[in-house]
């Protein structure tokens, strides 16, 4: 297992990590399995989503926010509900395929930590199985 | 492979599982690996969040009953067609690293169950896979 | 690692993929482990749901497209954020228990390929390992 550590610098925002898993892959040095990459925060999440074109990311993150509310009456007394639910919905990890030591992804395929209660410092961590 | 029985009493909830599957994790005796937890029911799901103060869980569950209305002149005749969508959203499985013999979850990291359409007896199974 | 091939047929669609996904796990030989499902595109996704009843998909599609319209001001100049959003929250990968050879699922859950954005040509990726 390895630790990759993020500094992010919004409020929200999508920071792709692909490289970051990439390396760690390659120095686990298994050549056909599966990588777990699992966020260890509750106002967080990872996902893969294109990483060509800027605005998939910017109108997600937009929509998220109508989605689900910044401010809705919420009780938890810390006024980050709204990141809680998107951490549930987007969720806490992706498990990848690894093949020729690589992750297996389609050609417009990233993947992102996803930020809803920055600035923070995250932890994802990535699990390496071999098949 | 380990099952965990549980019964709901409500019709919207969610209980937390992490004891039960840090003691599927432990009698397993592996020490490094991951572990599957997947709920075998289409209106149920499983998902991990903060487990400090309540008020998250509950304001998750009342937002998501605005996000995915529990009426809205759905087709499917038994009438929870809600809780279907929800359990697509949220996800029937979570997959989690192993590490110390020991489930790798932040400070504020709990495993839930979520029951959308209860109440209801669930199985949730886990499956440990050694790295 | 198995590749199966899907061509949808419109816009927006879920396809069920149980069989081949259960044909990959027996030509594996595998008897238990997991088997991870990995949709290389980034709109559409993998979800587990019931495979009983026609309806429950139908109000699935139709109420993800009053929660994530497919008009919104996006920027993306392609057109299908909605679809990329869809993708990120129902998720690219569903991880599958195998015990005894077979998937390890519920009465009434299936397998499905979610297409947002078709019709299409779309791989999914089965990787198989053995607990």
Known sequence: METIEISSREKVEM?????EVQQVIRRSGVETGIAVVFVAHTTAAIT???NADPDVVRD???ELSKIVPYEDDYRHAEGNSAAHINSSLVGASETLIIENAQPLLGTWQGIYLCE???PRR???HVQIVSA
């Open 15 to 19: 920071i792709e990590v692909s490289k």
């Open 48 to 50: 893969i989503n294109e």
């Open 60 to 62: 997600m993150l937009k």
């Open 116 to 118: 809803f209660d920055g």
């Open 122 to 124: 995250r932890k994802v």
